[in-house]
């Protein structure tokens, strides 16, 4: 709200106010009454608070102003910056001061006006994540784009999911959050008694985090918002649809095309009504567990950044065979599950061989709507296949092998995984290609990577410690097909 706006509304309410203190006389309120008369006091607060700010930005950006008249200094008043372009935004309110005072931003995750805290929590957010140190300018842009991925002003489930995904950032970003975790964790490690004053920093950001019992990881080191540049990258959260997610099952709605035609003047218009349908995403937990003895955590001086690394390595590993070959039964339905047995399923013109017609197959039956933005899916080993069967006519198909394996395959970019089939085993099922429009292919993630220490583990001989503490680590996503229609799969057999 703007200056005129904040005095309207505290106009209004002191209106109300007074209207409920005539109607109720000399009596007590009733229940009703009490509880309409706290929330507007607190609302009554809270608005003569932003406006005391606002109206002090206003002055400081006048004073600035005048000094630059006056000096010609070239100044930006702290507090009025507008990086979204609302210029009237309610971030102006706290801009500049600090996004990551959790009391007001419980107050505002649970206020009864659903749009105000949405504004509030999205500017609180993005002035974080601009904020936040050790967070590298792509994950930032990544950060942002999901935020706007919902409409935050509604009070709908994917507007409660925005303002809990904002909070989670807020919650996780700052200064003390990321020290408090790792203090925590390194306290816990050498002695097996977390920091106490570090605990309570953590419990009280938890009520802001998707964390239950244990507690998520500070935002610069969280796989599930980060852009990991360094280590294992996928190819299919490359080339897919990759969304996050506060709910245990994201539904996708999809339909068939709407066909238009032309009719005789005076006519009627055909029933062009699509075929609605939808695609459900459960969300399945996995998870991590890394047993070390007591005097390695005492002894090694970079644990737990190492131990975070190799907690994300072991995610990527998992997903890059998951979300290929997943049964969908506790755990992702992988696309090459998605497509078995479908009639997206091109069996190979020979029985266990491999040819380059099978590929030319694929790239024809694909339809036209898709076919732009396809691209192919192999094992490495089945690329090399491909390159070798050319013989002679290699040139006409594919590069000479000087240029090592092409970016390209009948004009279609070409992604490896190691999970797809890279050899043709005798009378068994070998899918060895897909060709499709990855954008049909959703990868959802519920926002959180949360870590626990277990401080002894237990010998299963005498049920007696082992002298071994564990790191446990856990997170939550799922994947599909959320259009078969836009995918062709080979499959020599």
Not at 62 to 70: I, L, M, P
Not at 260 to 265: K, L, R
Not at 449 to 470: M, V, Y
């Amino acid at each position: 709200m703007n200056i005129d706006e904040l005095r309207a509304r505290i106009a209004e309410i002191e209106t109300e106010l007074r209207s409920i203190h005539e109607t109720a006389g000399d009596q007590a309120l009733d229940e009703d009454q009490t509880r309409r008369w706290e929330t507007l006091d607190t609302e009554l607060g809270e608005a003569r608070q932003a406006l005391a700010t606002a109206t002090e930005t206003e002055a400081r950006a006048g004073r600035v102003a005048r000094s630059r008249a006056a000096f010609g200094t070239r100044m930006a008043p702290r507090g009025t910056e507008d990086p979204i372009g609302e210029p009237d935004g309610i971030e102006q309110g706290y801009r500049g001061n600090n996004p990551w005072d959790l009391d007001a931003v419980t107050r505002s995750l649970h206020r009864d006006a659903p749009e105000r805290a949405g504004r509030e929590l999205r500017a609180r957010a993005l002035d974080a994540v601009e904020k936040v140190r050790g967070v590298n300018d792509a994950s930032k842009q990544h950060i942002t784009q999901l935020l706007d991925q919902f409409d935050i002003e509604e009070d709908d489930a994917e507007g409660r999911g925005a303002r809990a995904i904002a909070a989670h950032i807020i919650a996780t970003s700052s200064k003390e959050y990321t020290r408090a975790w790792s203090k925590a964790f390194k306290t816990a490690v050498r002695n097996g008694h977390p920091d106490v004053e570090a605990l309570a920093v953590l419990q009280r950001a938890a009520s802001l985090t998707d964390a239950a019992g244990g507690y998520a990881v500070p935002l610069p080191v969280d796989p599930t918002l980060i852009l990991n540049d360094n280590g294992s990258v996928s190819p299919l959260r490359r080339i897919a649809t990759v969304r996050t997610a506060t709910t245990d099952v994201y539904r996708t709605v999809n339909a068939t095309a709407v066909t238009a035609s032309y009719d005789a003047e005076g006519s009627e218009v055909s029933d062009d009504t699509p075929v609605w349908a939808n695609t459900d995403i459960t969300m399945h937990m996995a998870r991590g567990f890394l047993p070390f003895s007591i005097e390695i955590g005492g002894d090694y001086p970079n644990w737990t950044a190492d131990t975070a690394f190799l907690l994300n390595d072991a995610k990527v590993n998992l997903e890059n065979t998951k979300f290929v070959l997943g049964s969908g039964v506790g755990e992702p339905v992988g696309i090459v599950t998605a497509l078995a047995g479908g009639a997206f399923e091109i069996a190979s013109a020979a029985a266990d061989t491999l040819a380059l017609a099978d590929v030319y197959k694929l790239d024809e039956e694909l339809p036209e709507r898709f076919y732009d933005q396809a691209q192919w899916l192999a094992h490495k080993k089945i690329y090399s296949a491909l390159r070798q069967a050319g013989g002679s006519n290699l040139d006409d198909f594919w590069a000479d092998l000087g240029k090592g394996q092409p970016s390209e395959l009948l004009g279609h970019p070409v992604n490896n995984a190691s999970a797809m089939d890279g050899v043709i085993n005798a009378t068994q099922d070998n899918r060895v290609a897909i060709l499709g429009d990855w954008q049909y292919f959703w990868i959802i993630d519920r926002v959180g990577f949360s870590t626990e220490l277990i401080p002894h583990l237990f010998h299963t001989a005498n049920n007696r410690p082992s002298g071994q503490r564990g790191v446990f680590a856990y997170w939550r996503n799922g994947s599909d097909s959320v259009n078969d229609r836009a995918f062709r799969m080979l499959n020599v057999t």
